[in-house]
């Protein structure tokens, strides 16, 4: 590199001896490099975490309404009353659903991408799929509130083409559906697959370029027909990037208030109760003890997914 | 592919177009409706067409203001991302030590884990430690979900990187600092800066660590959320979600091609 030769030759000036020492001393030059991180991550992160986790053994005094600093498990008792356990089922199922829509809706446009389309409409279709994932969550989340509205473009085209009636029907199935598309499960679900989605594209267009095309050709060389190839082949190898992609959708779902605050019925999910419990009825502990809910099911989710290679996926 | 590219079913190529479709027909809904001329609803076809919402937001200095904490906040987490991720990143890249692996996890932890978490634990020890929400208490939040940018950006750059290169500029008798500014420096500069530019972003847009960490402030998606209450002047939310797509649309397009070819520094380090 030219710039090289244009470093003139200096005697041993201070920051030459600094970078001898440093060259001597690697342990100290990384203790120096890492601490400012260390000290931000785990005094403010690891530290705010574990004050949190310390908060749901407090709890609140009922006639007060202030926060009593004993330590106790008064709070994991209201945590796991009926409705409150209603409320955590209800946010896993959601994240369960969202994430399988995902992967479906991923699979074909990944697979695209890696096997078929050119150079150039592959970088498109990258940074297609990218774009969104950076680009506001809210202001997306806003466009469904829009396109799912009564007298919006989503019934307006149904009508057109004369589907409405079908769209009826599938509001009146029980539990997906709801006295509109924006009040039921089925509008909520939309909406989460459709924030995610990149999260879940991503990863298996990761995992499925590590799939060596030999492979393809070798299985079928020996006489297997295309969908066994796909699921004995082509689906184990993509695995850890679908569950790697699966690590935000579920997480992602898992923590959110926005979206079951503008859409689905009003029952809680756990980010709304968060929100609720820590906003207007104070009750800090309780909050806390919500929140370590998607702590311990994420813990669990991470070392698995760990375990079965979805790291290297990322 | 050696065998040559074949093409694809029909059925696969009408799946991904219509998930393309998906992804990016939503934004256009906002576009028409900020140009709608009803204030209450979102009628579709639109009754008629108006550019007054545009004006209407212009003069709200409320919007202003936001937009204004957003911009900050945002600058000094990416700028604290920038230090915090490059630091580690430079630890990380080229030594093997006790615990290096923990590192990549920690930092990834506050985006891998759900915001609520995030945001309320931040919100729990920043009022047990007695400190006063303000534009800081935001910022130092954002800065610790935007560090994993920064830190995956550089890192990936570096290992792309000789290591001999740093070894070569001292033997030819550079000092670190010269070292630093002619040969790292350059290096990871593209880096850097889509690293900086996606930090920016994503500080500049987020909401649920935001709702937990903000006082009375107001950042630009805290008062779209809020605006989402209002019956009225329903428009001149979309005016305002036009301008965060144009905020962050054209930079993380360019932070995304910065990242994807990497030819440019690396292949005249390794040539020359």
């Given at each position: 590199?030219?710039?090289?030769?244009?470093?003139?030759?200096a005697?041993?000036?201070?920051?030459?001896?600094?970078?001898?020492?440093?060259?001597?001393h690697?342990?100290?030059?990384l203790l120096?490099?890492?601490?400012?991180?260390?000290?931000?991550f785990g005094?403010?992160?690891l530290?705010?975490l574990?004050?949190?986790?310390?908060?749901?053994?407090?709890r609140?005094?009922?006639f007060?309404?202030l926060?009593?600093?004993?330590?106790?498990?008064?709070?994991?008792?209201?945590?796991?009353?009926?409705?409150?356990?209603?409320?955590?089922l209800?946010?896993?199922?959601?994240?369960?659903?969202?994430t399988?829509?995902?992967?479906l809706?991923?699979?074909p446009?990944?697979?695209?991408?890696?096997?078929?389309?050119?150079?150039?409409?592959?970088?498109?279709?990258?940074?297609?799929v990218?774009?969104?994932?950076w680009?506001?969550?809210?202001?997306?989340?806003?466009?469904?509130?829009q396109?799912?509205?009564?007298?919006?473009?989503?019934?307006?085209?149904?009508?057109?083409?004369?589907?409405?009636?079908?769209?009826?029907a599938?509001?009146d199935?029980p539990?997906?559906?709801?006295?509109?598309?924006?009040?039921?499960?089925?509008?909520m679900?939309?909406?989460?697959?459709?924030?995610?989605?990149?999260?879940?594209?991503?990863p298996?267009?990761?995992?499925?370029e590590r799939?060596?095309?030999?492979?393809?050709?070798?299985?079928s060389?020996?006489g297997?027909?295309?969908?066994l190839?796909?699921?004995?082949?082509v689906f184990?190898l993509?695995?850890?990037g679908?569950?790697?992609?699966?690590i935000?959708?579920f997480?992602?779902?898992?923590?959110?208030?926005i979206?079951?605050t503008?859409?689905g019925s009003?029952?809680f999910f756990?980010g709304?109760?968060?929100?609720?419990?820590?906003?207007v009825?104070?009750?800090?502990?309780?909050?806390?003890?919500?929140?370590v809910?998607p702590?311990v099911?994420?813990?669990?989710?991470?070392?698995?997914a760990?375990?079965?290679g979805?790291?290297?996926?990322? | 592919?050696?065998?040559?590219?074949?093409?694809a079913?029909?059925?696969?190529?009408l799946?991904?177009?219509?998930?393309?479709a998906?992804?990016?027909?939503?934004?256009?809904?906002?576009?028409?409706?900020a140009?709608?001329?009803q204030?209450?609803g979102?009628r579709?076809?639109?009754?008629?067409?108006?550019?007054?919402?545009?004006?209407?937001?212009?003069?709200?200095?409320e919007?202003w203001?936001a937009?204004?904490?957003?911009?900050?906040?945002?600058?000094?987490?990416t700028?604290?991302?920038?230090?915090?991720?490059s630091?580690?990143a430079?630890?990380?890249?080229?030594?093997?030590?006790?615990?290096?692996?923990?590192?990549?996890?920690?930092?990834?932890?506050?985006i891998a884990?759900?915001?609520?978490?995030?945001?309320?634990?931040l919100?729990?020890?920043?009022v047990?430690?007695?400190?006063?929400?303000?534009?800081?208490?935001?910022a130092?939040a954002?800065?610790t979900?935007?560090?994993?940018?920064?830190y995956?950006?550089?890192?990936a750059?570096?290992?792309?990187?000789?290591?001999?290169?740093?070894?070569?500029?001292?033997?030819?008798?550079?000092t670190?600092?010269?070292?630093?500014?002619y040969?790292v420096?350059?290096?990871?500069?593209?880096?850097?800066?889509?690293g900086?530019?996606?930090a920016?972003?994503?500080?500049f847009?987020?909401i649920?660590?935001t709702?937990?960490?903000?006082?009375?402030?107001?950042?630009?998606p805290?008062?779209?959320?809020?605006?989402?209450?209002?019956?009225?002047?329903?428009?001149?939310?979309?005016v305002?979600?036009?301008?965060?797509?144009?905020?962050?649309?054209?930079?993380i397009?360019?932070?995304?091609?910065?990242t994807?070819?990497?030819?440019?520094t690396?292949s005249?380090?390794?040539?020359?």
């Amino acid at each position: 590199m030219a710039v090289v030769a244009e470093v003139p030759r200096a005697p041993a000036s201070p920051p030459r001896r600094a970078g001898a020492f440093f060259y001597r001393h690697v342990r100290l030059k990384l203790l120096l490099l890492l601490l400012p991180g260390i000290v931000w991550f785990g005094v403010v992160y690891l530290g705010s975490l574990a004050a949190l986790v310390v908060y749901s053994f407090y709890r609140l005094e009922e006639f007060t309404g202030l926060v009593v600093r004993d330590f106790g498990f008064g709070t994991y008792q209201e945590l796991f009353t009926a409705s409150n356990v209603d409320i955590i089922l209800r946010t896993t199922l959601m994240a369960a659903a969202v994430t399988v829509v995902c992967g479906l809706l991923a699979f074909p446009l990944a697979y695209y991408m890696v096997r078929y389309a050119s150079p150039a409409m592959k970088t498109v279709l990258y940074i297609g799929v990218l774009m969104p994932l950076w680009s506001s969550y809210l202001v997306r989340a806003l466009a469904w509130r829009q396109i799912l509205a009564g007298e919006g473009i989503l019934f307006w085209a149904l009508d057109k083409v004369g589907l409405d009636g079908v769209m009826r029907a599938l509001l009146d199935v029980p539990v997906v559906g709801g006295p509109s598309i924006v009040q039921s499960y089925l509008g909520m679900l939309s909406v989460f697959v459709y924030l995610w989605l990149p999260f879940m594209i991503l990863p298996l267009v990761a995992a499925l370029e590590r799939v060596p095309p030999s492979y393809l050709e070798a299985s079928s060389d020996l006489g297997a027909p295309p969908q066994l190839t796909f699921r004995r082949v082509v689906f184990p190898l993509a695995l850890p990037g679908l569950i790697a992609g699966s690590i935000f959708t579920f997480s992602l779902t898992l923590g959110d208030f926005i979206i079951p605050t503008f859409f689905g019925s009003s029952a809680f999910f756990i980010g709304t109760q968060v929100y609720t419990q820590q906003g207007v009825a104070g009750n800090l502990p309780l909050a806390a003890a919500f929140t370590v809910v998607p702590m311990v099911i994420m813990t669990f989710y991470l070392l698995t997914a760990r375990r079965l290679g979805a790291f290297e996926a990322l | 592919m050696s065998a040559g590219r074949r093409r694809a079913g029909l059925g696969l190529r009408l799946a991904s177009a219509g998930v393309m479709a998906f992804l990016y027909f939503p934004l256009t809904i906002i576009f028409v409706y900020a140009f709608t001329t009803q204030s209450a609803g979102f009628r579709f076809p639109p009754p008629g067409l108006t550019t007054e919402w545009f004006g209407t937001a212009f003069r709200n200095p409320e919007i202003w203001a936001a937009l204004r904490l957003s911009l900050s906040v945002a600058a000094v987490a990416t700028a604290v991302a920038l230090v915090l991720g490059s630091l580690l990143a430079a630890a990380v890249a080229r030594t093997k030590f006790f615990g290096r692996d923990a590192i990549s996890f920690i930092v990834l932890l506050p985006i891998a884990l759900p915001g609520i978490v995030t945001g309320i634990a931040l919100r729990s020890s920043i009022v047990l430690a007695g400190v006063d929400l303000s534009m800081w208490t935001i910022a130092v939040a954002h800065a610790t979900f935007c560090v994993v940018i920064v830190y995956n950006n550089v890192v990936a750059r570096l290992r792309r990187s000789s290591p001999f290169i740093v070894e070569a500029s001292a033997d030819l008798g550079a000092t670190g600092i010269q070292t630093f500014r002619y040969i790292v420096l350059p290096n990871i500069a593209t880096a850097l800066l889509a690293g900086a530019i996606l930090a920016f972003a994503l500080s500049f847009d987020e909401i649920i660590v935001t709702t937990f960490t903000a006082g009375q402030q107001k950042t630009l998606p805290i008062w779209i959320f809020q605006s989402l209450f209002r019956p009225r002047q329903r428009p001149v939310t979309n005016v305002v979600a036009i301008l965060v797509i144009a905020i962050t649309f054209v930079p993380i397009l360019v932070a995304q091609i910065l990242t994807r070819d990497p030819a440019t520094t690396m292949s005249q380090d390794r040539t020359r």
